[in-house]
């Protein structure tokens, strides 16, 4: 064997054996966490190549977008560059079967163009990174060595790539030892650092959370936990699934979630980058005792504080501006979960509230007839009335009771008279949908909620439920089902009165040019 092939043997079997060894301590933490369900493998399966492959969200950031995928789309054509360069350590040609790339051959040159324009897109990506990190220096980037030392042996790798191929003999081999010792050298780096994302955010983005923005897992027989005194929430890293610990693998540290986020925006604790990443190096640190189930420090506070827990609105921001798919805010309801049910912590504002929610069914405490002030002065059938509507129209606490809400419901109201369609509202058979209570970290009164607005709602069977308030439409139709069938389709008022003039039910009087903004609410919205 020639000394190349020996060198290049060592470096492999020493560089692998590393890798493999690291690899499998990550592993071994994520098959110790609790499994996850996969289902509807097509959508997955898309998602994956639009999302990871076609990198979709990185475009909402343009210039480091395209950065990004300068250097995504670089190391991918640029993976059998590599290959071929370990070959040729072995053989006066390329070995391996990839003698077909060799500079003779036509698709070897149609290659090696190819690679050479990656080169030169990967180096432009490199350099604009490395001017955001050491020039512009946004606010949403930590300042991190480690992303220095990546960003400038990426660019090293690059050059000496195409030093391989065009500069003498001896800085030629030189170039060709560099480039492969940085691989493996890089290679070796990734299961410790953010980079780690390189190998996870693609099956990370496969086992994303499908479906509606805004939808919750429930707690799966939350009656038998209570009896049996078992976790109503997550206390323990140990606790969280294997989506969130791919999840805390992921996390490239980007800084968009926090950069859009809108407690961090006006002055609060939270930061979603810095709270998973604080989670991640605990989950590192202490492999062992969480492996073993035997951990001792709780997230909230040992590793996440209330003020960065509560402060979340649950907006849906975050998980929006995600390149990675990470979902942020069921492992935040989650720890407050655990919080609320197990050890009865919680701001003290949300004493009251729930008191009232259980008392009054409205967040206020106002009485149940107060649902019905907003109709004074209007033609408001009841179900009482109307038993059997084909819309019923579902008013909500605060179209219902606060002053400047209510004008929403009376406006409603009368556009549905004015349609000619059989309608109703609930009237004080109305309650909260109980949505507070679940992103409050109250699971348990939220499903008393459900339940009984489930039960009542299938006694009035209508075919259509129409609502404006964005959080019990999202209550409505994407969590309730959990719970139990009611019938009839959950629709939002905006969208339903288009249906109706669609329909010639109403016609508008007047065509107006005046430019407006609608407030596109989170729920609705996302």
């Known amino acids: 064997m020639s000394t190349p092939a020996i060198a290049m043997t060592v470096i492999l079997v020493a560089s692998l054996g590393i890798f493999?060894?690291?690899?499998?301590?990550?592993?071994?933490?994520?098959?110790a966490a609790p499994k996850i369900a996969i289902d509807n493998i097509g959508e997955r399966i898309r998602g994956t190549l639009e999302l990871a492959f076609g990198q979709k969200k990185l475009t909402r950031f343009t210039i480091a977008g395209l950065a990004h995928k300068?250097?995504?789309?670089?190391?991918?054509?640029?993976?059998?560059?590599?290959?071929?360069?370990?070959?040729?350590?072995?053989?006066?040609?390329?070995?391996?079967?990839?003698?077909?790339?060799?500079?003779?051959?036509?698709?070897?040159?149609?290659?090696?163009?190819?690679?050479?324009?990656?080169?030169?897109?990967?180096?432009?990506?490199?350099?604009?990174?490395?001017?955001?990190?050491?020039?512009?220096?946004?606010?949403?980037?930590?300042?991190?060595?480690?992303?220095?030392?990546?960003?400038?042996?990426?660019?090293?790798?690059?050059?000496?790539?195409?030093?391989?191929?065009?500069a003498p003999q001896a800085i030629s081999q030189v170039s060709f030892w560099t480039h492969v010792v940085l691989v493996f050298i890089l290679l070796n780096i990734l299961p410790y650092s953010k980079h780690f994302h390189i190998i996870t955010a693609v099956p990370n983005v496969f086992v994303r959370k499908l479906g509606p923005s805004g939808?919750?897992?429930?707690?799966?027989?939350?009656?038998?936990?209570?009896?049996?005194?078992?976790?109503?929430?997550?206390?323990f890293v140990s606790q969280f699934?294997?989506?969130?610990?791919?999840?805390?693998?992921?996390?490239?540290?980007?800084?968009?979630?926090?950069?859009?986020?809108?407690?961090?925006?006006?002055?609060?604790e939270l930061s979603p980058r810095d709270m998973l990443c604080d989670i991640r190096d605990h989950l590192y640190e202490n492999a062992s005792s969480i492996i073993a189930k035997q951990e001792t420090a709780n997230l909230v506070p040992d590793i996440v504080s209330e003020e960065s827990l509560w402060a979340c609105t649950t907006c849906g921001a975050c998980e929006e501006e995600c390149p990675v798919m990470i979902g942020h805010i069921q492992r935040i309801v989650d720890m407050r979960r655990h919080l609320v049910q197990e050890k009865g912590e919680f701001p003290e504002p949300l004493m009251a509230t729930f008191q009232n929610l259980e008392m009054t069914g409205n967040p206020w405490?106002?009485?149940?007839?107060?649902?019905?002030?907003?109709?004074?002065?209007?033609?408001?059938p009841t179900v009482n009335e109307v038993p059997d509507p084909?819309?019923?129209?579902?008013?909500?606490?605060?179209?219902?009771?606060?002053?400047?809400?209510?004008?929403?419901?009376?406006?409603?109201?009368?556009?549905?008279?004015?349609?000619?369609?059989?309608w109703a509202i609930l009237g004080e058979l109305e309650t909260c949908t109980g949505d507070v209570a679940r992103r409050g970290g109250n699971e348990y009164l939220?499903?008393?909620?459900?339940?009984?607005?489930?039960?009542?709602?299938?006694?009035?069977?209508?075919?259509?439920?129409?609502?404006?308030?964005?959080?019990?439409?999202?209550?409505?139709?994407?969590?309730?089902?959990?719970?139990?069938?009611?019938g009839g389709e959950v629709v939002h008022h905006s969208v339903y009165l288009e249906r109706l003039i669609e329909e010639g039910k109403l016609q508008p009087k007047q065509q107006d040019a005046k430019t407006v903004t609608f407030q596109d609410p989170c729920y609705l919205g996302r």
């Not at 008393?448 to 069977?461: D, H, P, Q, R, Y």
Request: aromatic residues 12%.
């Open 20 to 31: 493999a060894w690291s690899a499998w301590k990550r592993c071994r933490l994520l098959f």
């Open 70 to 166: 300068a250097i995504f789309f670089g190391f991918i054509v640029l993976l059998l560059r590599t290959l071929i360069l370990i070959s040729r350590a072995y053989t006066d040609q390329d070995g391996f079967g990839l003698w077909i790339f060799n500079d003779s051959t036509t698709l070897g040159f149609i290659y090696n163009i190819i690679k050479d324009v990656y080169i030169v897109l990967v180096m432009i990506g490199v350099s604009i990174f490395l001017w955001m990190r050491l020039v512009s220096k946004p606010k949403r980037l930590k300042p991190s060595k480690e992303a220095l030392f990546i960003l400038w042996a990426i660019f090293a790798m690059m050059v000496a790539d195409l030093l391989i191929d065009f």
């Open 215 to 235: 939808y919750l897992k429930p707690i799966d027989d939350i009656e038998g936990r209570l009896e049996r005194e078992e976790p109503l929430g997550v206390q």
């Open 241 to 268: 699934d294997r989506g969130v610990v791919l999840d805390l693998y992921s996390c490239t540290e980007c800084g968009r979630c926090t950069s859009r986020c809108p407690a961090n925006n006006t002055g609060k």
């Open 365 to 380: 405490g106002l009485p149940p007839e107060e649902r019905l002030s907003w109709t004074e002065g209007l033609d408001v």
């Open 390 to 422: 084909d819309v019923l129209m579902w008013v909500g606490c605060a179209p219902a009771m606060d002053a400047k809400s209510k004008v929403i419901a009376r406006s409603m109201a009368q556009l549905l008279n004015i349609s000619g369609v059989k």
């Open 446 to 486: 939220f499903e008393i909620m459900a339940k009984g607005n489930i039960e009542t709602l299938s006694g009035v069977g209508a075919k259509t439920i129409v609502t404006a308030c964005p959080h019990c439409f999202n209550t409505l139709k994407n969590e309730y089902p959990d719970f139990g069938d009611f």
